[in-house]
């Protein structure tokens, strides 16, 4: 695996591999990677003749508040396990790489309306530093396809917008949750977790799938969400939502029916904020 940390080494591979006729699979990561982003890298090994992963820990979708200075960086470790999943080029740019001008006095991308509900309410800008990156991130990489987790739900439809959009040339390819024996979901922020809490931490994913049960049984959505918040309450977290929405759009939906949706949650426990989801007639 060849390791760029300039801009014009990245590209020079990659116009070499586009011109040997060969086609380039892409994922970003923020690093302390672990079998969920390596499931990203065999999926794109899958689609694709070559991989490129990159390594950046953006500053730009972390709120004043959060864990932009303690968010683990292990970027040795998280080398050697790019090595064994097979991936040919790992990125890793400086700050001064990904924002010349500083990230105060950048041209942003902000994806309007499903960019501002859910985590964008709870963490204002965030999808603003989050399809920001991705966008030069891709214009950087010039990647024929790019693969992403679905635990970030509304992550992937902002992302998937912002390409829709911006018409640029990149296939988005969403890979399902994967999770612990116990059903909760990989997540680098759950080694905030002591070990009650992560027992504890297993209910989320318990929790959506009693309103997915519930939904494809005729039940009400309101009825459903309800219920979610409340378990989670009693489990012990801080509930920022649990709530039942259009797959694509994110809105609000009155009944699922054979509709698409997805059951989506994010929570406090003890020091992680942790957000799950789980789709309900919704393809990847």
Same mark, same amino acid.
Request: proline share 4%; with cysteine; glycine share 6%.
């Given at each position: ?12 591979? #990659? *116009? $070499?591999?586009?011109? =040997?006729?060969?086609? !380039? ?6 690093? +302390?990677?672990?079998? /969920? ?9 899958? #689609? *694709? $003749?070559?991989?490129? =992963?990159?390594?950046? !820990? ?6 004043? +508040?959060?864990?932009? /200075? ?31 001008? /500083? ?182």
């Amino acid at each position: 695996m060849h390791v760029s940390r300039q801009l014009e080494d990245l590209r020079q591979r #990659v *116009a $070499d591999w586009h011109l =040997a006729g060969e086609r !380039v699979a892409f994922v970003p990561t923020m690093g +302390n990677l672990h079998a /969920g982003h390596l499931a990203l890298v065999e999926k794109a090994r899958e #689609v *694709a $003749d070559r991989v490129v =992963a990159s390594i950046f !820990v953006n500053p730009m979708q972390f709120g004043p +508040n959060e864990d932009f /200075g303690a968010y683990p960086r292990t970027e040795d470790q998280d080398a050697q396990q790019l090595v064994k999943a097979g991936c040919d080029l790992l990125f890793l740019p400086d700050v001064e790489t990904m924002y010349p001008g /500083g990230t105060e006095a950048t041209t942003f991308i902000e994806v309007p309306e499903i960019s501002d509900i859910l985590c964008g309410q709870s963490r204002p800008g965030h999808f603003r530093g989050v399809a920001t990156v991705v966008a030069r991130l891709f214009h950087m990489v010039q990647p024929d396809a790019a693969v992403f987790g679905e635990k970030d739900w509304q992550q992937l439809q902002v992302i998937r917008r912002m390409v829709r959009d911006l018409a640029l040339p990149v296939e988005i390819i969403g890979l399902p949750t994967k999770r612990e024996d116990s059903g909760l979901a990989l997540s680098s922020r759950n080694q905030y977790l002591d070990a009650a809490e992560r027992e504890q931490a297993a209910e989320l994913y318990q929790a959506l799938r009693a309103a997915a049960q519930g939904l494809q049984a005729g039940e009400s959505v309101a009825v459903l969400e309800k219920a979610g918040r409340e378990r989670l309450a009693r489990a012990g977290f801080e509930v920022d939502y649990f709530t039942i929405r259009n797959a694509d759009t994110l809105q609000e939906v009155a009944a699922a029916d054979a509709e698409a949706v997805v059951v989506l949650a994010a929570a406090r426990l003890g020091k992680a904020r942790l957000i799950d989801n789980l789709p309900v007639n919704a393809a990847s």
